[in-house]
């Protein structure tokens, strides 16, 4: 098991390597000089010479080789030190603790509400294939994952929010500051990033189920007279869950990837809407930040997905 979870880590500081050079040099494919922009957008700097500009591109470190600036970044993300932005004209780091919280209650509450109700609804349409219930989860199942985010956003902002006003339709008020307040904007977020997650982990976990119920012990257990929750619980679902292990870490990075457009729609102060303003302003630092953080939050939630699979399943490990 050692030796697994040590190539499974080797494995997550290559990913992240690889991710680090392509966030990187993609950025600057992006036609535009960042400090234009910058300047364009400051009234006080729009008459700045040539010269000013100059100093512009010193400060923020683009005057130096491409090779250079990957090298001064890579190394300074190691330290935690992510640059400043040129766009907010203050440390990358500050921005990235002022928002991530944001995002990360989001997609966690999305990622446990998706899980424990993608399972429950899988299995349920599993145990009752082709009656009412299976007839229900599995066409929502394939809804859930087809609908665009951003059109469902804009329906439950049109809906509960305008025409009905349930709900308030857009910003973020910590849970901490406010708990009921909290709770109301955050229901519609939570909803738009989970209907996908939880459509798949509700497909996975029904074929899972369903292969299930087919093997031998499960008829040994019903012809032993043992009640339906034992067999169902005890029996089939411990054993049906292992498959849907290995997609919980690829739900949870659509999770966080979708958080980019839910953020935008519903004006949240997180990580997803601070990486669109900084594409715009082709923030470079910003961008990579965003990105690499997304990026270690799915690499890591895969590596644990992957260790967990070795143990739940010791053949793995020598695969």
């Avoid at 299995?123 to 859930?144: F, N, Q």
């Avoid at 089939?236 to 292990?245: H, T």
């Avoid at 690499?299 to 070795?310: E, Q, R």
């Amino acid at each position: 098991m050692t030796a697994y979870i040590i190539r499974r880590l080797l494995l997550a500081i290559f990913c992240l390597f690889m991710i680090t050079l392509i966030i990187f040099f993609a950025m600057r494919l992006l036609p535009g000089d960042p400090i234009i922009i910058y300047i364009g957008q400051s009234t006080q700097l729009s008459t700045l010479s040539e010269e000013g500009v100059q100093k512009l591109r010193e400060e923020f470190g683009l005057d130096k080789p491409i090779l250079a600036q990957y090298l001064k970044w890579v190394s300074g993300v190691v330290r935690f030190d992510f640059g400043r932005s040129i766009f907010y004209h203050m440390p990358v780091s500050t921005l990235l603790r002022e928002r991530y919280p944001v995002t990360l209650n989001l997609g966690l509450e999305a990622f446990i509400i998706s899980t424990v109700l993608g399972i429950g609804a899988g299995a349920l349409a599993a145990v009752k294939r082709g009656k009412l219930a299976d007839r229900i989860v599995t066409p929502l199942s394939y809804v859930g994952i087809t609908i665009p985010v951003f059109w469902l956003g804009v329906m439950m902002i049109y809906v509960l929010g305008l025409q009905f006003r349930w709900l308030p339709i857009i910003g973020y008020t910590s849970p901490f500051d406010d708990f009921w307040m909290s709770t109301k904007q955050a229901i519609m977020p939570v909803i738009c990033l989970s209907v996908g997650a939880l459509a798949g982990i509700a497909r996975q976990a029904r074929s899972s189920m369903l292969e299930v119920v087919r093997q031998d012990y499960i008829r040994t257990a019903w012809s032993k007279g043992l009640s339906e929750r034992v067999v169902i619980i005890k029996h089939a679902l411990k054993n049906s869950l292992i498959p849907v292990v290995t997609v919980l870490g690829l739900q949870l990075g659509f999770i966080f990837g979708g958080s980019v457009i839910v953020e935008t729609v519903f004006s949240v102060p997180g990580i997803g809407s601070l990486m669109v303003t900084s594409i715009f302003a082709q923030d470079y630092s910003v961008v990579q930040s965003c990105t690499l953080v997304f990026a270690v939050v799915v690499v890591v939630a895969n590596l644990i997905v992957d260790i967990t699979y070795g143990w739940l399943d010791p053949r793995i490990q020598y695969a």
